[in-house]
């Protein structure tokens, strides 16, 4: 993909996501790595918590830390379109080498295949 214009609008989408997301992963680890439900629900009393709330607890935290593990792929995914975008092989299937559709790349910024590679590659998978 050569045209510059058409580029920097791409690169502005990712730019975009990429704040995005790393807003939502450094949420996402204050709010699983607090300290105890009675300090986030700021309960400083003695009171035992119920066994069915600490389940419930470790349940969230291992359930938000997945989410965090998945955005962090799409992280990766999105550096490494914005430095194709500096190489110039933006948009080139990395399976067949052909263009990737646009119709593709504005649904999927950082998709780094073409629909029918991206297809192959599920039915393997």
Same mark, same amino acid.
């Given at each position: ?64 830390? %997945? #989410?965090?593990?998945?955005?962090? @792929? /799409?992280?990766? +995914?999105? *550096?490494? %379109? #914005?430095?194709?975008?500096?190489? @110039? /092989?933006?948009? +080139?299937? *990395? ?31």
């Amino acid at each position: 993909m050569k045209n510059k214009p058409e580029l920097q609008v791409y690169k502005d989408q990712l730019l975009m996501l990429r704040a995005r997301l790393r807003g939502d992963v450094n949420r996402m680890a204050d709010a699983a790595l607090r300290k105890s439900r009675s300090e986030a629900n700021g309960d400083l009393s003695s009171m035992p918590i119920h066994m069915a709330d600490i389940g419930s607890d470790n349940f969230e935290q291992e359930f938000t830390l %997945s #989410l965090m593990e998945n955005d962090g @792929g /799409t992280l990766s +995914q999105i *550096e490494a %379109s #914005l430095e194709r975008i500096e190489e @110039g /092989t933006y948009g +080139q299937c *990395e399976e067949c080498g052909l263009k990737i559709p646009k119709s593709r790349l504005n649904a999927i910024p950082y998709a780094t295949l073409c629909v029918r590679c991206a297809q192959q590659q599920e039915q393997v998978g």
